[in-house]
């Protein structure tokens, strides 16, 4: 078998998709996996590498996607690669809290000098965004001794318990899984596009409805956390209007309120900063990370100021696989690749050249209201033309436009509350060249409308 790195950096497709075998793998599956979940991409993987993944009949696959934001580092970057090999053959486990080993604490000092802000920061990790969630709800519950946790419209934060409660959106997430935990209370979410109010005040206007809320409905004395995705992930990337994340910060520190920035879907140089909230200026009381942290293997992670990190007792934390040697032994080959290859700045640049391919496509189908988001993570709206208020919804349109991509060989995803909009996470390391072919099917795409 060729190695990984030997896969050319170029969409080639040798069978329909689905082929032969991954149809049959696919029959497997319908047989042995459980009903409940999903499939987004009907090719059955064997290897990848930066943004082509290759399936089990051959076809190579442009990779808009990084298993939801997770390998922005590339497929199979070599420093992951090479630090998870030699942290296995050393040792696979122990359980940090009964035995130590040195790579968590390295994680956890990366964490704790990358996330935004200069103050004395501590970190603990876990396996999950959801559970990097949960374990930030329980903190701030125990630092503030209060109840209440304030989230907002289109949010999602994972599949727990407690993280469905803190859901928007109940297809396919929530349903018939209730009853969920309680004291949480959802605030409206500065939607410019679907905004009722007027646009020039709407940061204000936000700002004023959701701190009238806290104050009637909840109280702000009981208010543990305010918790937010800088921009909104499976929301639709949603990317809140300017000053928006200050002035909810502020209002959260005046308050005694710890504002908990969820960058688990933004983290790792996504959005062209290493924190999407680093856009502007904001410095969260705590910050929680998954996906990107590791490159491709399980771990998550949540930093905060350390008098909160440490009002909890000690053995109040934990879990057995949390921070495993060789996902943490992965996430520092991954911060690493960052650093050393200014993915910071592939970001920026990719937000140029896809934002502008996108914008062209605006410009020619009007069924896109909107080209938003920051840096490589960017999505577009669709809609139905004429509609009532010109925007109207249209997912059968998204998944009309996404049959044709996977057809040919672009794996794209799609997200938002009302299933139209498609998301754009490329690997950081995509050349303009996958990036202007995929543009260039996603056209395609479109014009089958
Ligand atoms: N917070 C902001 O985006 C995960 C969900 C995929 P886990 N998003 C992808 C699916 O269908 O389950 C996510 C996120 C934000 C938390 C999470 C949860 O992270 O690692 O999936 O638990």
Known sequence: MTTTTEITQERRLVTAIPGPKSTQALQRRAEAVS??????????????????????????????????????VGNTASRVVENVIEQAQAFTHTCFTVAPYINYIEVCEALNRLTPGTHKKKSMLANSGAEA???????????????????????YHGRTNLT???????????????????????????????WIGPKESITEDALEMITQKIEKEIGAKNVAAILI??????????????????????????????FIADEVQTGFARTGNMFAMEHEGVVPDMVTTAKGLGGGLPIAGV?????????????????????????????????????EEGLI?????????????????????????EVRGRG??????????????????DAAAVAKVLKHCTENGVFILSAGTYGNVIRFLPPLVISDALIADALAVLDAGFATL
């Open 303 to 339: 930093t905060a100021r350390a008098e909160i990190m440490d009002s909890v007792h000690a053995g109040g934390l934990g879990g057995t696989f949390g921070g495993n040697p060789v996902s943490c032994a992965a996430a520092l080959g991954a911060i690493a690749t960052i650093e």
């Open 133 to 155: 969630v949960e374990n930030a709800i329980k903190i701030a519950r125990h630092y503030t001794k209060r109840p209440a946790v304030v989230v907002f419209e289109h949010a």
């Open 229 to 258: 995705e800088p921009i909104q992930g499976e929301g639709g990337f949603i990317t809140p209007p300017k000053g928006f994340l200050p002035g909810l910060c502020e209002y959260a520190t005046k308050n005694g309120i710890v």
């Open 35 to 72: 009903g409940g979940l999903g499939l987004t991409f009907p090719a059955v993987i064997e290897r990848t590498h930066d943004a082509i993944m290759v399936d089990i009949d051959g076809n190579q696959i442009i990779d808009m996607g990084s298993g939801i934001g997770v390998t922005n």
């Open 345 to 369: 700045a592939r970001a920026q640049h990719i937000g140029q050249v896809l934002g502008d391919g996108l914008r062209a496509l605006q410009a020619k189908y009007p069924v896109i209201a």
């Open 376 to 393: 490589a993570m960017l999505a577009i709206e669709v809609v139905i033309p004429g509609s009532k208020g010109g925007i109207e919804p």
């Open 164 to 194: 469905m409660a803190l859901n928007s959106k109940n297809m396919p997430y929530n349903d018939g899984f209730g009853p969920f935990a309680p004291a949480v209370y959802r605030m409206p979410l500065p939607y410019e596009l679907r």
